[in-house]
């Protein structure tokens, strides 16, 4: 997991420690914790796989219904003799262990960006003296502050973005200071367009195509749309237009999905992208949030939805 982790967003991950506790109750239960709090739970059945339910299921299963504890979706604890026929009636079956590591993993991922520390910032930045010496010498020429650099690595890793172009990166940061100054939605912006690649790698389909909802212009374009608070861009929309857009959201995904698309949100503004991203954190929802600005040429994007 932690090698597949540093292939694909470039960051080594901290030591995770396993202890085995009785007391919990119901028995199979685990938590995950991040930092010493609890970031995810769930609850496996010793002797037992799970069944999950596809677009494909063509009938019930006669076994005790079950929930994934990494996504939600149903599914039945079944036997092993029973593996068969839940293939064959369209159902997903996984064992025990596979859902626990494939459960941390996503946890590990979603939460990356806050085990991201100072020094472990530095000792990326000292990683490029043999090879990108020159970026040092910038870096403390320019007075680039640590904590901006962490702030932009950790923004990029929250919405599941590669680091492992470190040198463009950090050019990126270092040319978007001249722009932004330490404005961190700023430089990140800045640097989102310089790796607009492998933003857009990983926001493609299978088909190598971007399947993207956009916003109506009376939604995105008014000036007063979006507000610029130390907490960095946020909506200055009243609860019925947000309930509105999450409910659409919500559902655009869900139909995508059904199809076998993974979609985003494609955005006109930058500080709009930063602002839709923030809400949709609030509600809990994953999506991939792009600005027409980091699409790179060659990409294909195809419009599925408008949103407003």
């Given at each position: 997991m932690r090698k597949s982790i540093i292939t694909d967003l470039g960051i080594n991950v901290?030591?995770?420690?396993?202890?085995?506790?009785?007391?919990?109750?119901?028995?199979?239960?685990?938590?995950?914790?991040?930092?010493?709090?609890?970031?995810a739970e769930g609850v496996?059945?010793?002797?037992?796989?799970?069944?999950?339910k596809t677009p494909n299921v063509m009938a019930d299963l006669d076994a005790e219904p079950a929930k994934d504890p990494i996504f939600g979706e149903d599914g039945y604890w079944i036997l092993e003799h029973m593996v068969q026929d839940a293939q064959m009636k369209g159902y997903q079956v996984l064992e025990p262990l596979s859902i626990l590591i494939t459960h941390l993993d996503?946890?590990?991922?979603?939460?990356?960006?806050?085990?991201?520390?100072?020094?472990?910032?530095k000792d990326l930045i000292q990683s490029l003296e043999t090879?990108?010496?020159?970026?040092?010498?910038?870096?403390k020429k320019k007075e680039i502050d640590l904590s901006l650099v962490?702030?932009?690595i950790k923004q990029l890793l929250k919405e599941g973005i590669s680091i492992r172009d470190l040198p463009t990166i950090i050019e990126g940061i270092i040319d978007g200071k001249e722009i932004y100054q330490n404005h961190v939605d700023g430089v990140t912006a800045f640097v989102r367009e310089c790796i607009s690649k492998v933003i857009c790698e990983s926001a493609k389909n299978p088909d190598g195509k971007i399947y993207a909802a956009l916003f109506a212009d009376s939604i995105e374009l008014d000036a007063d749309v979006v507000n610029n608070s130390y907490q960095g861009y946020l909506l200055n929309w009243d609860l019925d237009?947000?309930?509105r857009v999450v409910e659409q959201v919500q559902r655009v995904f869900k139909q995508a999905r059904l199809m076998g698309r993974e979609p985003?949100?494609?955005?006109?503004?930058?500080?709009f992208r930063f602002a839709i991203v923030r809400l949709l954190e609030r509600y809990q929802i994953e999506a991939k949030v792009l600005c027409i600005s980091e699409l790179a040429p060659e990409i294909v994007v195809d419009q599925i939805a408008y949103i407003e």
């Open positions: 901290p030591g995770i420690n396993f202890k085995d506790n009785t007391s919990f109750r119901p028995r199979g239960r685990y938590i995950i914790r991040i930092k010493g709090a609890k970031a496996l059945k010793s002797g037992y796989l799970l069944a999950l996503v946890v590990v991922r979603r939460n990356l960006h806050e085990l991201i520390q100072r020094q472990h910032v090879d990108n010496g020159v970026l040092l010498e910038e870096i962490q702030n932009v237009l947000e309930t985003v949100l494609l955005t006109r503004r930058k500080d």
